[in-house]
């Protein structure tokens, strides 16, 4: 146990401490780094982790430290994805993506640049500074970030558009949005 333990909340059983410490996590960490965190002994946390892993909630990898856990990133993808779609409209989704669409086109003009991969190439060039390097550098991360963005908020429009259509398909009638058209 934890001599740092951070104040759980009472509703917070052992399981939801393993779950949230190990999904909120962006590097792999092994099962005593986790349970020390989460305030739970290391095989109740291996216990938990395991059925995460079988899950397709975390990834299980070998380092130095041992084995680790870290986020499964398609799994964490689709859930932002859903998020996304469950809590914006579609306007404001779309004013995101106008708003990524205007950066990027501003790191074009700016970089004097057609593509990430342009920029990336770059950063190699024999007339720039240290400090114009690290910048692109930096550049190029925000870019690859927005990229993963503007994904999930397209999959994000796409999933409400899919939905809707679930929702209003006129043959569903009486059936509701649980019973899919193939399942009649």
């Known amino acids: 146990m934890s001599d740092h333990s951070r104040a759980w909340p009472e509703e917070m059983d052992a399981a939801d401490r393993v779950r949230h410490v190990a999904l909120t996590r962006t590097t792999p960490r092994n099962a005593g780094w986790i349970a020390t965190e989460a305030d739970v002994s290391r095989e109740t946390a ?36 859903r998020t996304l779609a469950e809590e914006q409209s579609a306007d404001e989704l779309t004013e995101e993506l106008r708003a990524i669409g205007d950066e990027i086109d501003s790191w074009k003009s700016t970089y004097d640049v057609d593509s990430l991969e342009e920029l990336r190439r770059s950063v190699g060039n024999e007339d720039l500074s240290a400090t114009d390097r690290r910048e692109r550098l930096e550049i190029i991360e925000e870019w690859e970030y927005n990229v993963q963005v503007r994904e999930a908020l397209q999959l994000a429009i796409s999933l409400q558009r899919s939905l809707t259509r679930l929702d209003t398909d006129p043959r569903l009638g009486e059936r509701g949005s649980e019973t899919l058209p193939q399942e009649w």
């Not at 990834?59 to 932002?80: H, N, S």
Request: aromatic share 8%.
């Open 46 to 81: 291996v216990k938990y982790l395991e059925r995460m892993a079988d899950r397709g909630e975390l990834e299980i990898t070998e380092t130095a430290d041992g084995t680790c856990y870290k986020p499964d990133d398609v799994t964490q993808f689709l859930r932002e994805v």
